[in-house]
């Protein structure tokens, strides 16, 4: 059984930072990618960056590259997303998502089969 578990969010000014992780456990995750979503309140779900796992592959969606970094640790388990330049219109659950054998291109689009519970992130101006 596989399972994420997000923390790290919290209250921010814009402007500042947040580093969420991303807990996984339940199964060995060499072949798969690691993915970061977003919601807001009243839009859709938006692909913030993703990761393979195994070869550390990274796919940013335009509007956060430069700002934010995916990363992962072997060691922990665990999958990261470093947020500078925060703004307020970053303000929104964060999930975590997991896919086996696809690559961070295909889950932008096409999620995997496995998610976190979400955690919140708000940017004050």
Request: glycine residues 12%; charged residues 20%.
């Amino acid at each position: 059984q596989v399972q994420l578990v997000e923390s790290g969010g919290g209250l921010v000014q814009s402007g500042g930072s947040l580093r969420l992780s991303c807990a996984a456990s339940g199964r060995t995750f060499s072949d798969y990618t690691m993915v970061w979503f977003r919601q807001a309140p009243g839009k859709e779900r938006e692909f913030v960056a993703a990761i393979s796992w195994g070869v550390g592959r990274t796919h940013y969606s335009d509007s956060m590259k430069g700002r934010f970094t995916i990363s992962r640790d072997y060691a922990k388990n665990t999958v990261y997303l470093q947020m500078d330049s925060l703004k307020p219109e970053d303000t929104a659950v964060y999930y975590c998502n997991a896919g086996y054998l696809r690559s961070p291109t295909t889950l932008a689009t096409r999620p995997g089969d496995y998610w976190g519970q979400g955690i919140q992130v708000t940017v004050s101006s």
